[in-house]
């Protein structure tokens, strides 16, 4: 496994890849150690520059697939959220399927996601608009909502 630190507008972020796939990116790291040579971490890392300064909306990144079925399932849904939009749990849980009573299931699937901002689970709310939780706390969750939609709060 190969990590990297970059900054960015919602603090320190560790990016980590295995097998060339971008495995994990973790919030609220620290600068550690060298730059490490590693050419997904290379295109991630420009990849979210774009997305931070609002000149990206995709991002086509080689992912590892890991978690459950469930988790999987609800992670594809994420990526059908449009730049700019959100949906709710319950939205999700009805999309994949399920009674709306999953939609804690579908939360704790989201707070499980290896990859925030790839897998866009910042665009996902509570039923009432709210920014619910978020794994990267709601202030990141609002600067990634406001990068996507200026102007929103």
Not at 138 to 148: C, F, H, N, P, S
Request: with cysteine.
């Amino acid at each position: 496994m190969t990590t990297r630190w970059m900054d960015s507008p919602i603090g320190g972020l560790r990016l980590h890849s295995s097998a060339g796939l971008l495995t994990a990116i973790d919030f609220g790291a620290e600068p550690q150690g060298g730059r490490a040579d590693d050419a997904v971490l290379d295109v991630a890392e420009q990849q979210l520059e774009e997305y931070f300064a609002g000149e990206r909306t995709d991002f086509e990144l080689p992912l590892a697939n890991t978690g459950t079925e469930f988790q999987q399932k609800v992670w594809g849904e994420l990526h059908r959220i449009p730049y700019g939009e959100t949906a709710s749990y319950g939205e999700i849980a009805r999309r994949l399927g399920y009674e709306m009573g999953v939609s804690r299931a579908v939360g704790a699937a989201n707070g499980a996601n290896p990859l925030p901002i790839v897998v866009p689970c910042h665009r996902v709310i509570g039923a009432d608009g709210t920014l619910t939780g978020y794994a990267g706390g709601v202030e990141r969750k609002k600067v990634l909502l406001a990068i996507e939609r200026p102007g929103l709060f």
